[in-house]
């Protein structure tokens, strides 16, 4: 069964706990905390706590999907699932990817900001793009140094942390009760309830501190042990997430009075300055440097991976889903390292943060309704872990997202609701693209109207040819199979004899209608006959195909009798070579009907791309038989590099035949030559036909299809077809002036 592009499962729970909380909270910390005071004053340590308890029952719907569907994109992949791949699907992923952007770029900010701290008039924007770019090229290599730093990052940032909250409630000017409420009482001078618009508003600022949860949900392809380590993961991030926050600001809050301390970009620092001196700054200013740079680090991890997944399910450009060496998305890291560093350059900590949070609210809205869905639509699939209290989780995760997107700066959600609108015009312009690209394909492929010219001399040729054609083409509205005979005619044949010679034909052609019928009523497609008068076959092909354009495809018989094959310039050759539109040649070594299993060597051409279009057109209308796609390796490898050619083979055909994957094996063989390895494959297989593309070496004039092709049609003990993909522009141009050439030496 062909599967799709996976990454590697290498994340153990430590580095998903590390992911989760020190990836999100640790720049929050440290760029924010000032921001936030400055919003809710000595309440920010209740909206922090509160905000923990209205992201909870998010947190627990996630541990329930993340661990259903176990794979790269989060979100998306639920929404997906519950609602189709569709507008919202695209709407949702790109959000996603979009605010982990965003928290990439604010993180690289703080990190610049963070270092400044040791450097005086350090320029902000050029550092935060030159750690970017850093973190993204250790992403390329691949999520195990990734996790490892992050590991040991995480570490460091949990036990400063410990020890800066230690410090500043027990050392000497370090929290008190006076500072804190700068006094007065909480909930004093205003209304509890503009009390509690404030703390919301605080909640939304931050509410990037309390999503890591969803960065393990985005990277839960590549969890070890997803059923055990994910939900585990999940509530310990945002366990220590609330308290690790809410501990330290109330730190702060306590120890710097409130009008000092609102909008500071270096709050924890100001604070360490009081209640540990001498170290303190120092200490807290290399924290701060690395817990932006494991942000940074968590974010663009996340935000690759999303553009993986859209990339993966066809949204996004299929390019971002190539995999480099290292089994990593490196066309992924270097777009969103490129968006993040552009995105970096707006340098305003607490507008990016608004962006993001809303953002990432709005995914999780999405997200957090899709459950209800999934549990409707799939009620018997396995769920490692099921959520308590269903619906009320739901209920209550839907409202607190509503509630919290509601207090968001206004110029973050005007500026989301553009993105969104952009979004959803560049949606419109893929799909209108994609379907002209379908349509494309859906022309070549054989899958629309048209006509198959199916050109043989012998009647088991023409029977094999035409079942195989009405395959292609099975249940197909305005398809027809022609059985195409060109009468030649002598340069010395007076013109007024030609129809007498055509109607003498007629005779023979009769007899071949009469064993190919069986075959059109069986496979309900039209077949009919055609006679055509020319000097020489080829020409009377290509007259027939400068004639009707609806033409497809164009199939040949290989003569069985291999000695009468005159390499230069015969038929086959000069169709083969000249023929504007896809072609094949059949070598029938007793074709079985119905064809239950068929060997396609994999290359990475346009001609073999079109061998497995027609060998799943083949199989599909039974969908019982078999395909194998064959990957060849010369010389010993190792375990590596042969799961890295089947990963190159599952690319292949997942690209040219999608969605339809049940029929397909894989197989990837070592050999010292490529016709040895497909010849043995061959002999051991049991196949009933192997379909191959025509090398590109066709061009030699003592060859038909290549050098290899032509030594496999001799000695393969099964049918062979050779296919040809038609190519427009500059390479059909240099075929013919090749050709064209020898013709005249």
């Known amino acids: 069964m062909a599967q799709k592009k996976t990454l590697k499962r290498q994340l153990n729970l430590l580095q998903v706990v590390m992911l989760g909380t020190a990836g999100t909270i640790a720049a929050e910390i440290f760029v924010l ?17 509160l905000g923990g308890v209205l992201t909870l029952s998010i947190a627990l719907n996630y541990c329930e999907l993340a661990t259903t569907f176990p794979v790269s994109g989060g979100a998306m992949t639920y929404v997906s699932e519950a609602f189709g791949k569709g507008w919202l699907m695209f709407l949702v992923g790109s959000l996603d990817c979009l605010s982990s952007t965003f928290y990439a770029a604010l993180s690289a900010v703080g990190f610049a900001i963070s270092l400044s701290i040791f450097i005086p008039n350090l320029p902000i924007v050029p550092v935060a793009i030159a750690v970017i770019i850093i973190i993204g090229a250790m992403h390329i290599r691949g999520v195990t140094s990734v996790g490892n730093l992050q590991i040991a990052l995480g570490a460091f940032l949990l036990i400063v942390f410990g020890v800066f909250i230690y410090k500043g409630f027990f050392s000497e000017g370090g929290f008190s009760m006076e500072t804190f409420l700068s006094g007065r009482r909480i909930f004093e001078n205003q209304s509890a309830i503009a009390h509690i618009g404030r703390m919301l508003s605080a909640i939304a600022l931050a509410y990037n501190a309390y999503v890591g949860f969803e960065v393990i949900a985005d990277d839960a392809e590549e969890v070890t042990q997803p059923s055990k380590n994910i939900p585990i993961g999940i509530l310990i991030s945002l366990l220590l997430t609330t308290v690790i926050y809410s501990s330290v600001t109330m730190v702060t809050v306590g120890t710097v009075p409130i009008a000092q301390l609102a909008g500071s970009d270096t709050a924890l620092t100001d604070a360490a300055s009081r209640f540990w001196p001498g170290i303190g700054v120092p200490i807290m200013g290399i924290t701060g440097i690395v817990a932006t740079l494991t942000s940074v680090n968590s974010a663009m991890l996340s935000a690759t991976r999303e553009a993986f997944s859209l990339s993966r399910e066809r949204v996004w450009p299929r390019q971002l889903s190539r995999l480099s060496h290292w089994r990593t998305p490196w066309v992924a890291v270097v777009m969103v390292a490129a968006a993040s560093a552009l995105v970096a350059a707006i340098g305003l900590v607490d ?138 005619t002598p340069i010395s044949l007076d013109s007024s004899d030609v129809p007498a010679l055509v109607d003498a034909k007629k005779k023979e052609q009769q007899s071949f209608l009469e064993a190919i019928t069986p075959i059109a009523i069986k496979h309900n497609v039209a077949v009919y006959s055609k006679l055509k008068a020319a000097f020489r076959v080829e020409e009377g092909i290509f007259s027939e195909l400068s004639r009707h354009k609806d033409v497809n495809l164009v199939m040949l018989g290989y003569p069985q009798d291999h000695s009468k094959v005159e390499r230069p310039n015969n038929v086959l050759k000069e169709v083969m070579m000249m023929a504007n539109r896809n072609v094949a040649v059949l070598r029938d070594s007793g074709l079985p009907d119905p064809i239950r299993r068929i060997l396609v060597p994999v290359g990475s051409g346009p001609n073999a791309r079109l061998a497995l279009q027609m060998a799943r057109d083949i199989i599909l209308p039974d969908d019982t038989g078999e395909i194998v796609a064959l990957r060849l390796v010369r ?32 197989k990837v063989r070592t050999t010292d030559s490529i016709a040895d390895g497909i010849l043995a494959e061959c002999q051991e297989g049991g196949y009933d036909l192997m379909i191959i593309g025509a090398a590109e070496e066709v061009l030699a004039p003592e060859q038909i299809f290549g050098r290899l092709d032509d030594y496999l049609m001799e000695v393969v003990p099964c049918s062979m077809m050779v296919v040809r993909r038609y190519q427009t522009g500059g390479a059909l141009w240099m075929r013919k002036q090749i050709k064209r050439i020898e013709q005249r030496t």
């Not at 905390?33 to 920010?44: F, I, N, Q």
């Open 351 to 488: 507008f990016l943060s608004f962006i993001s949070s809303a953002g990432y609210m709005f995914v999780l809205f999405w997200a957090t309704l899709a459950m209800p869905k999934l549990r409707k639509k799939f009620p018997d699939i396995e769920r490692p872990f099921k959520v308590p209290l269903y619906p009320v989780t739901v209920i209550a995760a839907a409202c607190a997202g509503l509630l919290i997107i509601s207090f968001a700066n206004p110029k973050a959600l005007l500026f989301l609701g553009i993105v969104l609108a952009v979004l959803s015009v560049a949606y419109l312009i893929s799909k209108q693209i994609k379907a002209r690209q379908d349509l494309t394909t859906h022309l070549e492929s054989l899958e629309g109207g048209g006509r198959v010219l199916v050109a043989a001399k012998r009647v088991s040729t023409a029977r094999s040819l035409v079942n195989l054609a009405a395959q292609l083409v099975d249940q197909q509205e305005d398809t027809a199979v022609c059985l195409f005979t060109v009468v030649k």
């Open 33 to 49: 905390t000032g921001h936030v005071a400055k919003l809710a004053g000595p309440e920010s340590v209740l909206a922090l706590a």
């Open 635 to 666: 010389g010993e490898v190792d375990e590596e590099r042969l799961e890295d050619e089947e990963l190159q083979v599952h690319e292949i055909v997942e690209q040219e035949v999608d969605g339809i994957s049940s029929v397909f094996k894989f």
